[in-house]
């Protein structure tokens, strides 16, 4: 029973760095005026997620702009594998949805974030 209570804690605690590293200290709200600036705060802000690594190609075919957001497809690249992000921005500048494919978690579907 004495040994639980550190275990516990040093779980609890190397747990919260992970979660630490794992947060994005990016703005998800920016300045966004039209599909030109929401490509590129979804380009900033998908680095900051994905490291420094990562080339981020704006799929400008497909990105487009609704009456109430912008919606911009990614395609990602690093040294091991390749995929896509969706990122949509509303009409205020800010990030409220995104999603990555295939791309670190191999997975054959979008990622809600």
């Known amino acids: 029973m004495n040994l639980l209570r550190p275990l516990f804690f040093i779980l609890?605690?190397?747990t919260l760095i992970a979660c630490d590293?794992?947060?994005?200290?990016y703005d998800k709200q920016g300045n966004v005026r039209?599909?030109?600036?929401a490509?590129?705060?979804?380009?900033?802000?998908m680095k900051s997620v994905l490291g420094s690594d990562t080339y981020i190609h704006i799929?400008?075919?497909?990105?487009?702009e609704t009456s109430e957001h912008y919606v911009v497809f990614l395609d990602l690249q690093d040294d091991e594998q390749e995929g896509f992000a969706k990122c949509r921005v509303n009409k205020l500048g800010l990030i409220d949805?995104?999603?990555?494919?295939?791309?670190?978690?191999q997975q054959r579907f979008f990622l809600n974030k």
């Open 21 to 25: 590293l794992y947060n994005t200290s």
């Open 12 to 14: 609890f605690s190397l």
């Open 34 to 37: 039209d599909l030109g600036d």
């Open 59 to 64: 799929d400008s075919a497909s990105s487009r």
């Open 97 to 105: 949805f995104y999603s990555i494919r295939e791309f670190r978690q």
């Open 39 to 45: 490509m590129d705060h979804c380009r900033g802000f």
